[in-house]
């Protein structure tokens, strides 16, 4: 398809759209990404980073389709024949149109990839409980095809949602289905389980190095300031070719000419979450959005609640998005915000059965709208996160605390934030947030462990000494691999490059926990350094004679 369009992008350059992508766009479902920030609450603490979903999306849709195209053109004849005519078996159509489809479907793919996204992004759906989902869509049939898939898990919120407006939307319904049926092609794609090309074309989109993080990286690395993400994205696009492993799997994946840029790939990205997404103001502002959305929610369902109208469950339903043709966007979120601050500056101080609930809110309300101090970070950096675990470690020793031989080499506490979001949760009476809440104040946990650097997979690897004798080491080795351009055989980025596989281990002893006392009353700055120290020796003692002793830290 010739391009109808073409929209000049500080990024990419320029993004090329056909009147299929440019219909697409302007429909109220898509517009409404204009409004959904990319990073949450992040502009709080960079002032220029606003970046869209709907500009990530287009971006997202322009290397989706390079990609795609450059995998064809690189790969040797005998791969592509074979990989075309799987697709031309896959999408149930003719072999002459096949390549055209194949580019167009990944491009799609990028372009409609976030569209089930809530406000404020993963702040709006982490506000959401696993029995708020269920209620949500309770009677919706292909949610159980989902969780079935997952093991018993529930699907990402945006990643249910998106399928269904791409099922259900009539917009798009008239767009993907006029001249040729894109929809079905979709929602396999997007389904609980893609299966042949179309868990190719998923992977363009959903991997280690994909469509979505290498759109996402540049721009908010550019908008925000922080002068991280930047590598060379077309030599990167540029190396893709098509490799079909043992089991007849088609994979896109560059080539090792291309190792310099994948390695520069995953080192800025690391730079990014340790530096922009898990700065410790802007968890700060997304944790306190996120709790104070959840606590309207759960607000909502109580009658004589004097916040019980500012917001509903439904309004988060994907049929809800666009309501009487207006969108449900940040816009709305933070106008429903005000109206909560209204009320609760009206009710604030007074003495009645909710007003613990408004001393809450009113002062959540006052960190997120007006940036004001009501609340510090037991650990504003790396330097005081280890030297307490440190301190910790020598008082156990010190005190003989029953297996103080075997403290792991990570910090303690990181072995707490994965307990606290593993399969087997910490009880709920014993998580920090419960332990140091008083009168005075409550507390905001939480944890960022389910990040990694890349995905990796544990085996074990047996190192010759003698002829006589062999070492078994456990490591770790990434799921992503290269191609070599030589030999044609695949060869896994942690063993191309140690700055890469050291990657894993620095997040292990990086910053994972993340706690903020959050007081009713503003304290001034002399107050804080004693407020944090009385709260880091609660811990201390907390997990000496507690979580330790009760072996509950153990993974």
Known sequence: MLSEKIIRDPVLGYIHLNNLE?????????????????????????????????VHSLGAMELSGKIAFYALENSPTTVVNKFLDKCTNDFAIGRENVKEVFVQIAKLAGLLHDLGHPPFSHQGESALSKDDILKLYDNDNDLQNFVKAKGGRLPKFHEFSTYCLIRDNEELLQLLTTGFDYKTLLLKIFGHCPEGTFSTIHKIISSDIDADRADFLLRDGMTSGIGFGQYDIMRLVESMVLYEDKNGRFHIVPTTSALSTIESFLVERYKMYKWLYYHPHVVLTDAALSYLLRKLLEWSKI????????????????????????PFDDAVIIQKLKQAFGVCKNLYGQTNVWQDDIGLAYTLLRIFLFREKFAKAVFKNISEYRSFDLDLKQEMAKER????????????????????SGTVPLPEEQRFDKILTNDDSFVLETERSSFEPYSFERYERRKPITSEE???KKEYRSKFFLIDKKSGKQLFISELSQTVKQLLEAWRNDMQLFLYIVRFKKPNSEEWPSIIEENRNKMKKHIINVLWNKDLLRL
């Open 303 to 326: 009658a004589a609640h004097p916040l019980r109208n500012v917001l509903k469950l439904e309004d988060f339903h994907y049929g809800s998005y666009i309501n009487n043709e207006l």
């Open 401 to 420: 605390v029953p297996y103080s031989d075997f403290f792991p080499d990570e910090p303690l506490l990181n072995n707490y934030s994965k307990r606290t």
């Open 22 to 54: 440019v219909n697409i766009i302007n429909t109220k479902i898509f517009l409404r990404l204009q409004h959904i920030k990319q990073s949450s609450t992040a502009y709080l603490t960079y002032p220029s980073h606003y970046v869209n979903r709907f």
């Open 470 to 472: 062999a070492v078994t």
